[in-house]
Structures are given as C-alpha cells and as structure tokens.
C-alpha cells in the first residue's frame, strides 16, 4: 500500500498585526469555524503525540518507526504554529483559554486507558485527513482568504495527509483481537465525531458573539451553508468518513498521493 515520505516543515506564519476577524473571504461565519477549529489543536496535538508515542517500545519495524518520529515532529509544530494562530486571533474578540479549557475537562471525561487514548487518536487523525485531502482537492475552497491564513492551513493539511496512517499503523500492532478491536476503534469515532463537531460549532458561535456578528438563526444557517453546500465540506467528506467503520479499513485505501505531490510542487511547501 503506497503511502508517501512524512516531511516535517519548521514552517512559522505570520499571522499577528493587522485586524484580520474576518480573514475568510469576508465571511465571518466561516472565519468562526475556521478558528474555532485551530483552538483545538494545541490541546489535540498533545494528545496524539502522547498516545503514539506511548506505544513505541511495541514497535520494531524501522521505517514505522522513522515515522513516528516525523510524526511526533510534524504534529508538534502544528501545536506550536496553531498557539500562536489562536494567540493572534485572541485581539478579534473571544475568551480563546476559556475555549480551549472547554476541551481539556472533556478530555478528563474519558476513558484514559492507553488503548482507548490510541483509539481516539487513530478517529480524530481520520477527521483531519479528510478534512485535509479535500481542502486540497478543491483549490477554490479558500478563494479570496488571507494568504498566510491560507497558506497555514493548506500546509497543516500537507502534513495531515502525509502521516494519516502513522496512528493507525500502531494501532494495528497493539489493539485488542478481534471484535473487541473493532468496537473499540469505532465507539472511539462516535465519540471523535461528537466532540469535534460540538466542539467546532460551540467555539464558532462563542466566537461570533465576542466578535459581534452573531446573527441568530441567520448564523446558524450560514453554518449549514458552510457545512453542507458551498463549500459543502461535510457533505463531501460523508462517504470518506463512514469508510471508517468498514472491518478492514486502512487510511491508504483512499489513495489521495497524487493530489499531495501536486499541491506540493504548486506551493513549493
């Protein structure tokens, strides 16, 4: 199964400085999403990094375990490049800490077994891998942003696609046998799924309402909108993700190589 080499990219953005609240285009509902969805990743990150890493004394092929280490390298600097992302947006308006707080005592709700931490990890990094390849599918997605906003994102979904299998790899070492296995990776994703959906829309609409463009249900279906029309990313991820639930799946049976390499070259990231 072909996968691609995990290039960590000591990338930093500027992103600080001018007032940039609605960045996206104008769009202040899809700038809201948009960060509502970075204050996630610096907690997030973490906890990824802890959950693969945990488990590499496990592993004994070389190369999974080079990947690791890019993986721990590429996932750190998103951590790093995502705090300072949330710390710029913090002058446009919200209580970002507040937000990322939220996150954390959800985490403390969880089951904390290194297996289950293993299980969430491998959903979550399926959320960013679709969410990354389409992003990347659809050059037009983020038409008329900031370009280092832009550019931010785009590279962090570089990076996503590269080491989508990392996780799961270690994973398929170490899991449960059998049925067991499978209804701890998918009772995970039920769970990845609810937090980041409910995570992304309470952070948005707290985000909007400190920056002074809530609008009610005129928000909420700019949301929709968002989500689920133009440019429709959950509507055009929904097949991606329910593979996930297939006995057997893999992150490399969706074989997006050829649209990374091509982005890579364009952008020379």
Known sequence: MGKLDITPRNLKFALAGDDKR????????????????????????TYFINAVVHFRDQVT??????????????????????RRYN???????????????????????????????????????????????????????????????????HWHAIEEAEHKSVAYDVWNIVKPKGLAGYRMRTRAMRLATRVFLGQVHHNAAELLKARGEARGWRSIAAAAWFGLVKPGILRRTLGIYLSYYRPGFHPWQHDNRKVIETYKAAYEV
């Open 61 to 82: 092929d070389p190369k999974l375990l080079a990947e690791i280490t890019a993986f721990q390298q590429q996932e750190g600097i998103h951590s790093r490049e995502h």
């Open 87 to 153: 710390n710029a947006i913090k002058a446009f308006g919200g209580d970002v800490d507040a937000l990322e707080q939220r996150l954390r005592d959800e985490i403390a709700r969880w089951d904390d077994s290194p297996l289950f931490k293993l299980a969430v990890t491998c959903a979550f990094e399926h959320f960013t891998a679709i969410l990354a390849d389409d992003l990347l599918s659809h050059p037009d997605f983020m038409k008329g942003a900031d370009p280092e906003f832009s550019r931010l994102w």
């Open 22 to 45: 609605n960045w996206f285009a104008g769009n202040p509902v899809a700038t809201a999403i948009m960060d509502g969805s970075s204050i996630l990743f610096p907690v997030g990150e």
